[in-house]
């Protein structure tokens, strides 16, 4: 096939991300490359790109000696089975029996006359003609660096290397071996794309909602690991009757909102989308429902399949109570005192102590003992009787980071106990807003 070398690494780049990682199969760590498209799956979605290819079929000999079947011959493969096997082989394939024909030797002549090979005619048989398409699996990152080093504009790619598999008695396919690439012939082995698994239809349904790839990376920051047992955890979690996007990972929640048509609520693979979102950057992603939910920026499309378990009501987190109180603190002011924070504690004393009374107290004590604190200036007016709250510092810090940097921070609190050893600490989610459309929810630590 005739493809251009700056239309082919743009393919590579976009899809190349979309392959399982090294623990999954084999094939699945290539890309699909088929006529006009690559396409590459990880199991959970799958994403495709247009190719701008031309003449991806040929014509090709299949030689003599390789149209039989594994063994040596027809007869020899038929020799090693049975009267019965021989009569079920003649079923399958509609090769009609005499009644007479009760002996081993009568039956395989029947099968031989039909399949119009002989032990006499093999020496004979003419190579046959076959159409095959310049259709190959291949890792991705390998044939982009080959790409790469290439000087010409455009170039071809042809199977240079086939191998003859024998899918029947009667029926042989070729599978690609080897490519060549350029007018030097680089060589990169392939596999067969017979094996790569089934792929969805990339068919887009009724649109659900656009955003751009950096708001989905702002949802998607409270997302946990695929490794999570509960899906919901790895997943965006697209909210219809709320119009919000949102993810969790256990101890925080994202939620994005945006207009989202329709009522009902989807669960997506993460991972996928954080892949497109980060491809697309500034610009919008569209996003359709249908049987699997497609997302489409210019060329890539990824679908997904929406994860069926149950979702928990997660936006019923944000809804505020009576009881509620809020603070407004200077985006940057709070910014200042997390990143101190962040880089004094170690990993096993991750938590900031806010204290809320005429200021907002920040408070950090690292394992080795150094202890420090700043005090930030409330907007407005402030929280009387002191309340305080413990947070873990690398939540507070990814909040921070994703919301509105023109806009002062609203720190929504619920009430404290009001007695005990625990008389004025805050034990329930705390929340973080910039009144743009972004809300974090980060649970609190014990202090």
């Avoid at 039989?68 to 509609?94: F, H, M, R, T």
């Avoid at 046959?128 to 044939?143: N, Y």
């Avoid at 219809?240 to 207009?259: E, Q």
């Amino acid at each position: 096939m005739e493809v251009k070398r700056k239309d082919l690494m743009d393919a590579l780049q976009k899809v190349g991300k979309f392959t399982g990682n090294k623990g999954c199969f084999p094939i699945v760590q290539n890309v699909l490359v088929t006529g006009n498209s690559i396409i590459a799956t990880d199991l959970m979605s799958a994403a495709k790109v247009t190719l701008d290819a031309k003449n991806f079929t040929r014509e090709m000999d299949v030689p003599k000696e390789k149209v039989i079947w594994p063994e040596d011959s027809l007869i020899d493969e038929l020799a090693d089975l049975k009267v019965a096997q021989l009569k079920g082989l003649c079923l399958d394939y509609g090769i009609s029996l005499e009644k007479s024909m009760k002996l081993k030797d009568q039956i395989m002549e029947a099968i031989v006359k039909v399949s119009d090979i002989s032990a006499d005619e093999e020496e004979n048989r003419e190579p046959r003609k076959i159409e095959v398409a310049e259709q190959f699996c291949v890792a991705p990152k390998k044939l982009l660096e080959i790409v790469r080093s290439l000087d010409e504009d455009e170039f071809t790619i042809a199977v240079s290397e086939f191998k003859v598999i024998s899918v029947s008695l009667f029926e042989s396919v070729v599978a690609p071996v080897e490519i060549s690439i350029g007018k030097n012939f680089m060589k990169l082995p392939v596999l067969d794309p017979a094996e790569f698994p089934e792929i969805p239809e990339f068919k887009p349904g009724a649109k659900l909602f656009k955003e751009t790839g950096e708001n989905l990376v702002r949802a998607l920051s409270a997302m946990g690991k695929d490794s999570e047992p509960a899906a919901y955890k790895s997943s965006l979690v697209i909210d219809g009757a709320h119009d919000a996007l949102l993810t969790c990972d256990g101890g925080r929640i994202n939620m994005l909102t945006t207009k989202i048509k329709g009522k009902n609520t989807l669960m997506i693979p993460g991972n996928a989308v954080r892949k497109i979102a980060g491809i697309a950057k500034k610009e919008s992603i569209v996003v359709y429902d249908g049987e699997r939910v497609l997302l489409k920026y210019e060329d890539l499309m990824v679908a997904c399949t929406p994860n069926t378990e149950e979702i928990p009501p997660i936006w019923e987190t944000f809804k505020p109570e009576e009881t509620d109180r809020s603070v407004s603190v200077k985006h940057d002011d709070l910014k200042s005192a997390i990143k101190q924070a962040t880089l004094m504690l170690d990993d096993e004393f991750k938590a900031a102590v806010l204290t809320f009374n005429g200021a907002i107290n920040v408070e950090f004590e690292s394992g080795a003992g150094k202890y420090a604190r700043d005090s930030l200036e409330i907007i407005g007016e402030a929280i009387d009787p002191e309340i305080k709250v413990g947070l873990n510092v690398a939540f507070i810090r990814d909040a921070i980071a994703n919301l509105d940097k023109e806009s002062d921070v609203k720190i929504r609190l619920t009430a404290p106990d009001d007695d005990g050893d625990d008389a004025g600490v805050v034990n329930k989610p705390v929340y973080f807003e910039d009144g743009k459309g972004f809300n974090a929810l980060v649970m609190p630590m014990r202090v």
